[in-house]
C-alpha cells in the first residue's frame, strides 16, 4: 500500500529528490531511496510506510528511554521497517535493514493505532523500533488523532531530519528521545553513514522552538565513541546550547550486527560518563542497558533527595508532588502528572485486532 509523499521536488533530469532527510536521495522511475520506503512510483513521491507497522507493544515509557515524561506509564509502541541511517551496530538491524515486504506488516490507519491505545489504557504511543522520521506522514496523522483524543504522543529517532519537514513532523509531539550517537562527525560518517550536524541542528530546535519534552541517549561502544575527550566535549554543548535540563542517558552497547566484534560497553565506563555529565552542569543524568538502582534513579538537583527510585524499569519511592521535590520544593524538569504509574517492567505484545479500528 503506497501514499502520497510530501517533502520532494523534481529535478531538472526527471529525478526526484527527496527532502525529508538530510541524505537527500535522488529517486529514478520506480527507485527506492536509501530508507527502502520512500519511491520514485509513476513519476510521483510515495510513503510505502504509510499505515504499515511490524508489530505493537506495551512496554514501560522508561524503556524509551524516558525517565521525566510520566514516569511509571504505559506506551503503545510500534514501528515499520527500513531507516535512513546505516547504522554498524543497529539493535534492531532485522527492522531497520529490511523491507515492508520481508516483514509481515499489518496494514492500520491512524484511529487503529489510537484506538488500540485506548484499548490498552496507555497514556501514550511511541513511535520507534526503526526511525519514524522515515515514515513522516504516518507518523504526523498518528499525532495529529492521538492530539485530538487525549493521547500524548513520543518519538524515538535519531534527528537526522532537514529543517524542511521538521516542524510538521514535531507539531504534535509531545515527548522525544533523540539518539545522539556520538559527537565526531567521523564516526557518523563511518559508522552511520550519516553526518552529525544535522542532529545537533535538531536537538536545538527542538529545545529552542518546540514545547517537546526532550531527552538524549548516547549509546556507548567501546573504542568507537566513548573517550572521556568526546563525552567532555557532547556534555559541554549540551550544557551551552540546550541547556542543562535535558536528561542524557548513557547506555551500554551489546555487540550485535556489524559491530558484533566489539566488547559489551564496562559498566565503569557508563559510571564516568554520567560523572562527566554531572561535572559539567546536567541536572539529570543516567546510565542504562544495565543494573544499577543508583544512577537510574533521578535526584533532586536542589537538595539531593532520590525523588524518582528506578530498579530497572520498576519506580519505587516516588518524592514529586505537582512537578516538584516533595522534600525541598525545587522544580523537578519533565511532564508529571499526578502519582507515578504503576506499569512496572512488563513488556506486552498486542495483536492488532479489525474490531479496534474505527
Not at 190 to 197: E, G
Request: proline letters at 5%; aromatic letters at 10%.
Amino acid at each position: 500500500m503506497s501514499h502520497t509523499a510530501k517533502y520532494w521536488q523534481r529535478e531538472a533530469d526527471g529525478r526526484l529528490l527527496c527532502t525529508l532527510c538530510p541524505r537527500y536521495c535522488r529517486l529514478s522511475e520506480g527507485q527506492a531511496g536509501f530508507c527502502y520506503i520512500r519511491k520514485n512510483e509513476d513519476d510521483q513521491m510515495v510513503s510505502l510506510g504509510y499505515g504499515r507497522t511490524t508489530g505493537f507493544a506495551v512496554d514501560p515509557v522508561e524503556k524509551k528511554p524516558l525517565n521525566h515524561f510520566l514516569p511509571g506509564s504505559s506506551v503503545l509502541s510500534f514501528g515499520t521497517a527500513g531507516c535512513n541511517l546505516g547504522c554498524k551496530f543497529c539493535q534492531n538491524w532485522d527492522i531497520s535493514k529490511a523491507r515492508l515486504d520481508d516483514k509481515r506488516s499489518a496494514e492500520v490507519s491512524p484511529g487503529d493505532v489510537i484506538d488500540l491505545a485506548i484499548a490498552q489504557r496507555c497514556p501514550s504511543i511511541a513511535m520507534t523500533y526503526n526511525d519514524p522520521i522515515i515514515w513522516a506522514e504516518f507518523a504526523i496523522d498518528i499525532a495529529k488523532e492521538a492530539r485530538r483524543r487525549g493521547i500524548r504522543s513520543v518519538l524515538v529517532t535519531a534527528g537526522y531530519v532537514t529543517a524542511e519537514a521538521r516542524p510538521e513532523l514535531f507539531s504534535d509531539i509531545d515527548a522525544a528521545n533523540v539518539d545522539l550517537k556520538a559527537f565526531a562527525d567521523d564516526f557518523y560518517h563511518k559508522v552511520t553513514f550519516s553526518h552529525l550536524a544535522p542532529v545537533l541542528e535538531t536537538l536545538q530546535w527542538i529545545k529552542r522552538e518546540t514545547k517537546v519534552w526532550l531527552e538524549i541517549t548516547n549509546l556507548m561502544i567501546p573504542e568507537e565513541n566513548d573517550s572521556p575527550e568526546e563525552i567532555e566535549r557532547m556534555c559541554d554543548w549540551i550544557v551551552t546550547n540546550i541547556g542543562d535540563q535535558v536528561p542524557i542517558h548513557f547506555t551500554a552497547f551489546h555487540p550485535d550486527f556489524k559491530l558484533d566484534y566489539r566488547p559489551p560497553t564496562p559498566h565503569e565506563t557508563l559510571i564516568r560518563a554520567r560523572e562527566q555529565a554531572i561535572k559539567a552542569g546536567i541536572k539529570y543524568a543516567y546510565v542504562g542497558n544495565v543494573y544499577d538502582l543508583d544512577r537510574e534513579s533521578t535526584y533532586c538537583p536542589g537538595c539531593g533527595e532520590c525523588v524518582i527510585q528506578r530498579d530497572w524499569y520498576q519506580l519505587g519511592s516516588y518524592k514529586i508532588k505537582d512537578g516538584k521535590c516533595d522534600k525541598c520544593g525545587f522544580a523537578i524538569a519533565g511532564v508529571f502528572d499526578g502519582a507515578k504509574g504503576n506499569w512496572g517492567r512488563k513488556r506486552v505484545a498486542v495483536t492488532f485486532e479489525k474490531e479496534n479500528s474505527n
